[in-house]
């Protein structure tokens, strides 16, 4: 129970923080949290914890525990990246990751290609594979846990560790597209198609050819969603200065 209601907490807090509903400057007072939330002042102290940690809060002595800018806020984060895709800033949301994606995806594939385990080369032909079947099937929640594992075994295979620790990320990007209907139920035959592509050079060690079919996975991906971002604002995070 305690920690069902933990989680709450933190849901509810963070929802509220990055939807814009609590400000930036906002004060809080514990024992206001713990009478909105109905929850013990150690769940609250708990909850505030874990934000502070995603740089969405900080607490003063004396003062209360005060929300933080969004430059502030940790954006690798998958809760942060959920909570962001669930408000007003998705469109805005969407680019960065998929900005993101694009930087680093292809050269992933590359990297793969020439240093992947022949266990992860055999698992992408796999699941590309099975990813056509699912799309084609129209299955859809079966489509988006391939689609998340095989995007997690292209960042692991490249051998990056720092690629690697985007797997979080990723699997909220898909998830969060599937979740807000951004999906077609039917994916594209081209982009199944690609999904092989970058498979097959990978498990043929074809370093040009997997990168060459990420990219053209990734430019597919921004043409379908750039309409979800025309018009929102960029981020513009400030320097630190010494």
């Known amino acids: 129970?305690?920690?069902?209601?933990?989680?709450?907490?933190?849901?509810?807090?963070?929802?509220?923080?990055?939807?814009?509903?609590?400000?930036?400057?906002?004060?809080?007072?514990?024992?206001?949290?713990?009478?909105?939330?109905?929850?013990s002042r150690s769940v609250v102290r708990e909850a505030?914890?874990?934000?502070?940690?995603?740089?969405?809060?900080?607490?003063t002595k004396r003062v209360g525990i005060r929300v933080l800018p969004a430059s502030r806020w940790n954006p690798f984060d998958p809760q942060v990246i959920r909570w962001r895709l669930?408000?007003?800033?998705?469109?805005?949301?969407l680019r960065s990751l998929a900005e993101l994606r694009t930087?680093?995806?292809?050269?992933?594939?590359?990297?793969?290609?020439a240093n992947a385990p022949e266990e992860i080369r055999r698992e992408l032909v796999e699941v590309s594979h099975a990813m056509r079947d699912a799309g084609k099937a129209g299955d859809v929640p079966r489509f988006l846990e391939l689609d998340i594992q095989f995007h997690s075994l292209l960042l692991t295979g490249s051998?990056?560790?720092?690629?690697?620790?985007?797997v979080g990320q990723v699997a909220e990007t898909l998830t969060g597209r599937t979740v807000h209907g951004l999906m077609p139920d039917h994916p594209n035959d081209t982009a199944?198609?690609?999904h092989g592509d970058v498979a097959e050079a990978i498990a043929a060690g074809n370093p040009?050819?997997?990168?060459?079919?990420?990219?053209?996975?990734?430019?597919?991906?921004?043409?379908?969603?750039?309409?979800?971002?025309q018009d929102q604002p960029r981020v513009f995070v400030p320097v630190p200065r010494p």
Do not use: D, Y
């Not at 505030?48 to 607490?59: H, I, K, W």
């Open 208 to 229: 040009a050819g997997a990168r060459e079919a990420s990219e053209r996975i990734m430019r597919q991906t921004i043409s379908e969603m750039e309409p979800e971002w």
């Open 1 to 39: 129970m305690s920690t069902s209601l933990h989680h709450r907490a933190i849901e509810h807090l963070g929802t509220r923080i990055v939807t814009g509903e609590l400000p930036a400057g906002h004060i809080m007072l514990a024992e206001h949290l713990e009478e909105e939330l109905k929850v």
């Open 103 to 113: 930087a680093v995806e292809p050269v992933a594939a590359e990297l793969a290609a």
């Open 159 to 166: 051998g990056n560790e720092m690629f690697a620790n985007l």
């Open 86 to 93: 669930a408000g007003v800033g998705r469109g805005a949301q």
């Open 192 to 194: 199944l198609q690609w």
């Open 48 to 59: 505030v914890r874990v934000l502070q940690s995603l740089g969405l809060v900080e607490t």
